[in-house]
């Protein structure tokens, strides 16, 4: 960055020269530091089937012989640092090599998971069908000739494909949740910071989540536990518990007592019919089985939850884009290959696909031709919205919502037939205000999978889990 108009300011160098700033620098660079040695060797490239598309970069990684994940099977989206594997994001622009994991992919390795692959994503996650994809589209294997769902399509496609246990997914408009509602499996997006962020390709820093799809609540939870905590490269999961003590898997199969349902009205009525009803008569199911109560919710600003989440994912990733991908005060990446890529991402080409270019595009010239200002009013309309979803939870314990306002449309139906916000908008809501939420499939029409939306105050993703297996114990869909 640099001051385009520092003679408005006048001189304020006080003689600094730039030997003064190069040594200054050199100071910095020279300050002690720990080693940051992986304690596993870099991940080794191989080969595996994949009906689904669902993969980019099959892989061999060693893990530890021990731990809670043992010989649990997990898959990693294209936009999570591993060493050794090289990372695309989804993009015909980016192909770079970190040298070091994640740390969610560290805590994976060491609680002994057997790493699989990269799966497969729309470009950048700028997308919520899986066709975006420079690697080609993803098929969804339970829906075929349907979408699976996206961004994090190839992590959805090889769960419901029985590939992996499990696959970690990012998530900032639902691109966990789409793809669990399509798919017919449970997606979980934990509270906001919980699951640290150190290697993650950014989008939208201020709505980003990292997530997971499973076939059933306790595996999701169970990577979720793994996964979750505060990491010293990553301030903003200060306020998470420590690494190791994020608990939800203790109290998975004790039922809540005296809970009360809320069902967020306006959210169902953007639904199909079918979709719907399914949601409602699900949630009446399980609250007869369990003596639960049901009670109808208003959220009356969700109409424009979907634009405020939509606006902002636009400026924050131009923003990023403008800083080489590395997001000053917000920690370490990790390693140097992703901001390079970056810059030449920003300097040389962007990705080959209209849509992803199109929503670069917009971002850019909406911050320069109306400025922080309107991404400051977002905010504003945020934090509203914000507020009434803290309203709702003063009268009841969790919120309940279709997913998706639909099932798995057609590939090429959206945009087209299927407006793209029709694929997010009851998910974004709640990227907006970071609560966790678990989508379940609670049934189907016309044999495609509906979910079921479980969401729960801050910091009660243990509880979220809970009443997520309760629905999945009660409902047992197939």
Known sequence: MTWEHADDFGDPSNGLTDADVDAYATDVRELPTDDRDSPFPPAVPTDRNDPYNAYVTPFVAESADRGPLRDVRIAIKDNLAIGGVRMTA??????????????????????????????????????????????????????????????????????????????????????????????????????????????VAPLAPSLDHVGVLASD???????????????????????????????????MTIPPTDCTIGIAEEFVDAATTAVGSTVRRAVSTVATARDYSVESVSIPDYDGAWLVNDAQTLMEFADVLSLDGRLVGAGAWSGDPWPDAVRGLREHGLP???????????????????????????????????????????????????????????????????????????????NNTGQPSISVPCGRTRGAPVGLQL????????????????????????
């Open 90 to 199: 989804g993009t015909d622009a980016i192909a770079v090599r970190p040298d070091e994991d994640a740390r969610v992919v560290e805590r994976l390795r060491r609680a002994g998971g057997t790493l699989t692959e990269t799966t497969n994503m729309d470009a950048l996650a700028l997308g919520t069908t899986g066709e975006s994809s420079a690697h080609g589209r993803t098929k969804n294997p339970v829906v075929p000739g349907h979408v699976p769902g996206g961004s994090s399509s190839g992590s959805a496609a090889a769960v419901a494909g029985g590939l992996i246990d499990a696959a970690i997914g990012t998530d900032t408009g639902g691109s966990v949740r789409i793809p669990a509602s399509f798919c017919g499996l449970v997606g979980f997006k934990p509270t906001r910071r919980l699951v640290p962020r150190s290697g």
């Open 217 to 251: 609540v306790e595996t999701a939870a169970a990577v979720v536990e793994t996964i979750g905590g505060g990491d010293r490269a990553n301030p903003a999961t200060i306020r998470a518990p420590a690494p190791g003590a994020v608990d939800l898997t203790s109290t």
């Open 352 to 430: 080959s696909n209209d849509h992803v270019r199109g929503s670069i595009d917009l971002g850019r010239r909406l911050l320069d031709r109306h400025g922080r200002s309107l991404y400051t009013r977002a905010w504003a309309a945020r934090h509203r919205f914000y507020g009434q979803v803290d309203s709702a939870f003063e009268s009841v314990d969790v919120l309940a919502t279709p997913t998706t306002p639909l099932v798995a449309p057609a590939f090429g139906a959206v945009p087209g037939t299927v407006d793209v916000r029709e694929t997010l908008r009851n998910t974004a809501p709640f």
């Open 455 to 478: 969401t729960t105050p801050h910091g009660t993703d243990a509880f979220a889990a809970r009443v997520a297996r309760v629905f999945e114990a009660v409902l047992d869909v197939e």
